[in-house]
């Protein structure tokens, strides 16, 4: 370690002068055209959840058995292997397609997860990665009523 007691002046400088460098950069600031909006739409979102959303999905936990959202779920896997494939992902891919054959077949429409006791993996792969990958550049964040914060490329996947 550096005494900066005992250097000389020159030395003393320039440490100071790297120390300052270090420290700038990570005092970046970000420009987001919509931070009004986006502010607004949170608090909006925010109180929806407290007061809609949370209470709907505790009633909707309390109601229905816990293999109906492995049904849902299941009903997902194959746009999880389409992306996968856009990826370039083939083995992932083909086991996705494997998870959804038996739990499609063996495990009753997706109730029941007997892919997972054979060993395939649930992976979980969407659109917006799938643009990533295909050298899409994330744009500026923007924040939807309901929908949440989002890049262009996650609105993509929405749209799609």
Same mark, same amino acid.
């Given at each position: 370690m550096i005494d900066l007691l005992n250097t000389t002046g020159w030395t003393k400088l320039w440490a100071f002068s790297l120390a300052i460098l270090a420290l700038a950069g990570c005092s970046t600031t970000a420009v987001d055209p919509y931070e009004g909006f986006n502010r607004s739409m949170t608090s909006f979102n925010d109180t929806a959840d407290k007061y809609l959303l949370k209470p709907l999905a505790q009633g909707y936990e309390a109601v229905l058995p816990d293999p109906v959202p492995n049904m849902f779920?299941?009903? *997902? +896997?194959?746009?999880v292997a389409v992306n996968q494939l856009l990826q370039g992902k083939g083995k992932l891919a083909a086991n996705d397609l494997g998870r959804f054959v038996l739990n499609s077949t063996?495990?009753?429409? *997706?109730? $029941?997860? @007997?892919?997972?006791?054979? *060993? %395939? #993996?649930?992976?979980? +792969? #969407? $659109?917006?990665?799938? %643009?990533? @990958?295909? *050298?899409r550049r994330q744009r500026a964040i923007s924040c939807i009523a309901l929908n949440g914060a989002f890049h262009g490329r996650r609105y993509s996947q929405s749209l799609c």
């Open positions: 779920s299941n009903l *997902g +896997e194959p746009v063996i495990g009753l429409v *997706g109730l $029941f997860d @007997v892919a997972a006791l054979a *060993g %395939l #993996d649930k992976h979980d +792969e #969407d $659109f917006a990665q799938t %643009l990533a @990958v295909l *050298g």
